[in-house]
Each structure stands twice: as structure tokens, then as C-alpha cells.
């Protein structure tokens, strides 16, 4: 079974510092999504940003970007110039593809405080 | 609509009272899940719809959950004889499986449940 390990229950950042929060998963697919998922105090979960496992270059949104080592089954969000606004819960989440049951397993969460 | 809808937002209901929560996914996609968040935890997946197939009911906790999906768009999550560890916020996702799928998942704001 797949599981998804956040090791860091609560983080703080410098407003403009840049942040990393880990995440690490096991599974013995080779074909796989990843994703961070970010909830803020109001509570809806919003995309952040996702990565396919067959793809070698990691993915970059803006000031979000990730370090996907796969074999390592490591998947780091990095936060720069961190806002305000990025004080939330974050998740990281694991989807198998292809599979017909296309079911998430989601990490623990690491919630993530932006001080002024 | 725009996005996931879920009603009520809140609900507080007594000990053994039966709760209905109801969720209109995103109008075109075929995958709608639930997932419950106790204060301050993960996600625990509870059900998973995909089209006119058999849902995924291998998280529900117990035989006092149980959810439907009519027509294929919305859902209704039932608790039957609410207890105090029932108390949690309940979240509802869709997600598209067609064309163009990039696997994101798209929450609803969530019902708070309280069971006194």
C-alpha cells in the first residue's frame, strides 16, 4: 500500500525567506502523480502545484517549486520570497495513474506560519 | 457551477441523530470523492464515485456511513446515529477523468460537523 510521510508538523518562515517543507512516499508503481495542496484557515483546499512521477524536470509555479527525487521517493516544496498569504496547511498527496481506481493518499500536513 | 458546492457548512446535531451532507461536484466530472479532517489532521479518504461504476466504500469507517451519487452528479453523504467522534470537518472533491485529465483534484469548502 502507498503511504505519504510529512515529518514536519508545523513550520515558520520570515516573510521573503524561502521555505521547504518535506514530503516522502512509498510505493513499488512507476506510473504516479504528485501534488502539494494548500488549506488555508478558511479552508478550502487549493491546487499548489503537481508532478508526474515520468517526468524528469520538476515543476515550478511561480514561487512554488518542488525537488522531486523519485528514487529517493522525495518530493520538497520550496516556498521563496515567501507572503503572507502562504500561512496555511500544506499537503502532499500521491495519486496512482492509470490504475482504474484512482484513489489519493494524502500526507499528514505541515502548517506553515508566515511571520511579518 | 463554478465550483465544488457542499451544504450545510456547519452542523450541530445531538448524539444519535441521523445527518445528511450533500455535495454538487464540478457540472462534466466523473470522480467525486469524500474525505473526512479531524481538528489539525489529514485527510482520511472515505468513498470514492467514478461514473456508473461501483463506488470505493473502503474507507468508511463504519457500517453507520454510507453515500450515494444520484445521476451521476450529486452526492449525499449519511451518518446514521451520529456519535461524538463523528465530529470532523467533511470534504468533497471532484475531479475530471475525460480529455485534458490532470489528475487535480478540486475541493468543496467542507461541512463542519458537531456532534454534541
Known amino acids: 500500500a502507498q503511504t505519504v510521510t510529512q515529518s514536519q508538523p508545523e513550520m515558520s518562515v520570515q516573510e521573503a525567506e524561502t521555505v521547504t517543507l518535506s514530503c516522502t512516499y512509498d510505493t513499488s508503481e512507476n506510473n504516479y502523480y504528485l501534488f502539494w495542496y494548500k488549506q488555508p484557515p478558511s479552508r478550502q483546499m487549493i491546487l499548489v502545484i503537481r508532478q508526474e512521477a515520468y517526468k524528469q524536470q520538476n515543476a515550478t509555479e511561480n514561487r512554488f517549486s518542488v525537488n522531486f527525487q523519485k528514487a529517493a521517493k522525495s518530493f520538497s516544496l520550496k516556498i521563496s520570497d515567501s507572503q503572507l498569504g502562504d500561512t496555511a496547511m500544506y499537503f502532499c498527496?500521491?495519486?496512482?495513474f492509470g490504475s482504474g481506481t484512482y484513489k489519493y493518499i494524502f500526507g499528514t500536513g505541515t502548517r506553515l506560519k508566515v511571520l511579518a | 457551477g463554478a465550483g465544488v458546492s457542499q451544504s450545510p457548512s456547519n452542523k450541530v446535531t445531538e448524539k444519535g441523530k441521523d445527518v445528511e451532507l450533500r455535495c454538487d461536484p464540478i457540472?462534466?466530472?466523473?470522480?467525486l470523492y469524500w474525505y473526512r479532517q479531524s481538528l489539525g489532521q489529514g485527510l482520511e479518504f472515505l468513498i470514492y464515485?467514478?461514473?456508473?461504476?461501483?463506488?470505493?466504500k473502503s474507507g468508511l469507517p463504519s457500517d453507520r456511513f454510507s453515500a450515494e451519487r444520484t445521476g451521476g452528479s450529486v452526492s449525499t453523504l449519511t451518518i446514521q446515529r451520529t456519535q461524538q467522534e463523528d465530529s470532523a470537518v467533511y470534504l468533497c472533491?471532484?475531479?475530471?477523468?475525460?480529455?485534458?485529465?490532470?489528475?487535480?483534484?478540486?475541493f468543496g469548502e467542507g461541512s463542519r460537523l458537531t456532534v454534541l
Open positions: 457540472s462534466g466530472h466523473t470522480a
Open positions: 464515485f467514478q461514473g456508473n461504476s461501483a463506488p470505493d
Open positions: 472533491a471532484s475531479s475530471n477523468r475525460g480529455p485534458g485529465n490532470t489528475g487535480e483534484l478540486f
Open positions: 498527496a500521491f495519486m496512482k
